[in-house]
């Protein structure tokens, strides 16, 4: 009961936290957000802008009551140093963001929220997902709310994010913690008189790692 009641503490503790930083809340793919990144994608397509103002004129040309409202100097600017986009002799979207500058429905934002996430992953996303499931408990509950007009869609895009992002790290981590294991095991096994074979360097065929003898038992682990 009292391991609960901690957890519980814990989750509430969390959930209360403020985001990590100003400049993190600004680049986490609120709704606004992802509109005034398309925005600013569909003028550069339709337009010759050749610096960051021309840019951000012709966003707020767009014929649409939010764009006024919308902070497009700073999205403008969080694009280009997220390398979302650049000046050339004019200002030039990457191609994943090209992609979504037709039609700001449901979908293009949703696919801008999936981009931004991966290109400028917020402080808490690596420790969110759990065996490959989010645990929204732990993102602050100020950020948590920023994110949730992503719906039923917000948990499969925040684990593709993680996925995207810290996916082959963790892997490569988990590894390397997983032959630590395996080699403090044998050495154990060793130091107790045991005579282990590591299996696991001739094949993961065997379904186990490590393997010994105790009297006429063969004994398997890890």
């Given at each position: ?61 767009k014929p649409t ?20 986009a650049r000046i050339e002799s ?133």
């Amino acid at each position: 009961m009292k391991a609960r009641e901690a957890r519980l503490h814990l989750t509430t503790t969390i959930r209360q936290l403020p985001p990590i930083s100003q400049l993190e809340m600004r680049d986490l793919p609120t709704r606004g957000r992802c509109h005034a990144i398309f925005l600013l994608a569909f003028s550069a397509r339709v337009r010759n802008c050749p610096n960051v103002n021309a840019w951000i004129v012709a966003a707020l040309d767009k014929p649409t009551h939010m764009a006024a409202s919308l902070d497009l100097s700073g999205t403008a600017n969080l694009l280009l140093d997220a390398g979302l986009a650049r000046i050339e002799s004019c200002v030039i979207t990457g191609s994943g963001l090209a992609r979504l500058d037709r039609e700001a429905d449901l979908t293009t934002l949703k696919g801008i929220a999936r981009l931004l996430l991966r290109s400028r992953p917020p402080g808490w996303l690596r420790a969110v997902i759990i065996d490959g499931r989010l645990a929204p408990e732990f993102i602050p509950q100020q950020d948590f709310d920023a994110i949730a007009w992503l719906g039923d869609d917000l948990e499969e895009i925040v684990v593709t994010a993680h996925q995207q992002v810290y996916g082959a790290t963790d892997e490569h981590l988990r590894k390397l913690l997983g032959d630590a294991g395996e080699l403090a095991i044998m050495s154990a096994l060793r130091r107790d008189g045991h005579n282990p074979r590591h299996v696991s360097l001739i094949s993961d065929r065997f379904g186990y790692d490590i393997e010994h003898k105790e009297g006429l038992q063969t004994l398997a682990g890890c």
